[in-house]
């Protein structure tokens, strides 16, 4: 398996940098997310929305 | 123009870095129009004389060759149309020939299971080509949780990408509509057959 890993991330670099595209696109995507997880307090439930604006406040 | 660079992150390795960046590349263009911005910064690109480099290099060209209304005007004909694009870049189409089909239902139980949620505001249905990009980066860098190893990113990417990605890239490259979009169909095409051969090495 060692072995297997080592090859496979050998193979990919070599076949990867052969067109660098870092940070072309952000990497963010837009049409999907991560799940919000229940939270069990029914008075505040922290959205991507509620994230994004308290990354936006920088809070 | 802040772009993030969440691809050197400590513990992504440098080729998986690589790998979420196509991957994040090709989800931006086959989601929306692509914007000025988004253009000007694939026209920076350069490939080596592989099947893969030379792909990004024709995709720098042509970016730099089209305007923002020419590259809208293109992903409107060949993915919205009237009635319907000269392409349905959906799993359900290429595997049954028909839309919203059983490709659909597993990928939607698959997303459940690994805490991926389709994004506020969008309806379309989640086995599109920019989503499935889209979740193959997000599971290599760790976008809906912990990093997903490289079991769940196998059977992810056998089950959900591999079996019809490479037919929907290479009809990209081909379709009538394409100028833009034909160089982004070969980039697509390369790279997943360079996924398929990588997954193959650890099976």
Known sequence: ?59 | MAIAITANSADLSEEDGLRADLYDMLGALLSRPPSRELLDRVTGLNGDESDLGRGVAALARVAKATTEKAAETEFNALFVGLGRGELLPYASFYLTGFLHEKPLALLRTEMTRLGIARAENVYEPEDNIASLCEMMSGLIRGRFGTPADLGTQRSFFNTHLGPWGGHFFSDLEQAKGSVLYAPVGSVGRAFLEIEREAFRMTA
């Open chain 1, 1 to 59: 398996m060692g072995d297997k890993t080592a090859n496979r991330r050998d193979f990919l670099k070599l076949a990867t940098t052969a067109a660098p595209v870092a940070a072309v696109a952000a990497a963010t995507g837009t049409t999907v997310q991560a799940a919000e997880i229940e939270e069990h307090s029914d008075s505040y439930r922290e959205t991507e929305h509620v994230r994004k604006y308290l990354d936006s406040a920088r809070f």
